[in-house]
């Protein structure tokens, strides 16, 4: 049997494909819902993507209160690094929508596209990776972490007592993990 050819979808995966099956289950109104979901997701990874491109370029937005604008506006006027890796080890790493470190003090700003409520966990996991890769103790520094969602900005400064026990539970667990690895490979 000669096979049609499909090179320019090889490595990809349908919406409707084998692979992610759970859909043969739905009704329409539960297909409906996971596309408009899925797109949702899509948009957010292009909307990231042209925010990064804006601050990497120094191209500032209208000066509104929406969410985009005001996260890219913040992040050049902070002249900030967007989409860094903040890295421990292989498998305790995360990347930051924007970042900067001047003047000890770290601040760190995140933009979510959707509408679950966003947490400020995930921004005091990167301030504790942060200090790990970069050898801070969180008392010798000042650290801002932001949200922007929904046409607000949520700011948190958190307290040592904060970020310590982040940066511990990853160096206990990684160095667990790591180790399990190493075992599971034997």
């Known amino acids: 049997m000669n096979f049609n050819q499909h090179s320019r979808l090889e ?19 539960k297909i409906i819902d ?22 990497r370029l120094g191209i500032k937005l209208p ?14 006027g902070y002249k900030m690094t967007p989409e ?12 930051a929508d924007a970042i900067s470190f001047r003047d000890d003090k770290l601040r760190i700003h995140d933009l979510k596209t959707g509408t679950i409520p966003a947490s400020m966990y995930q921004l005091e996991i990167y301030a504790a990776l942060f200090c790990l890769e970069y050898d801070y103790k969180p008392n010798d520094i000042q650290t801002e972490l932001r949200i922007y969602q929904s046409n607000e900005v949520l700011i948190h400064k958190p307290e040592v007592d904060e970020i310590v026990p982040i940066m511990d539970k990853i160096v206990t667990f990684d160095k667990v993990l790591m180790e399990l690895r190493e075992n599971d490979n034997e």
């Open 34 to 55: 996971a596309w408009r979901k899925a797109q949702a997701v899509k948009r957010g990874t292009e909307l990231h993507e042209f925010a990064c491109n804006a601050i």
């Open 11 to 29: 490595g990809q995966h349908a919406f409707l494909g084998a692979s992610k099956y759970h859909w043969i289950n739905y009704d329409t109104d």
């Open 84 to 95: 860094q890796v903040l890295y421990f080890s292989p498998i305790a790493f995360g990347t």
């Open 63 to 76: 000066k509104t209160k929406k969410t985009l604008n005001m996260y890219v506006n913040d992040a050049i």
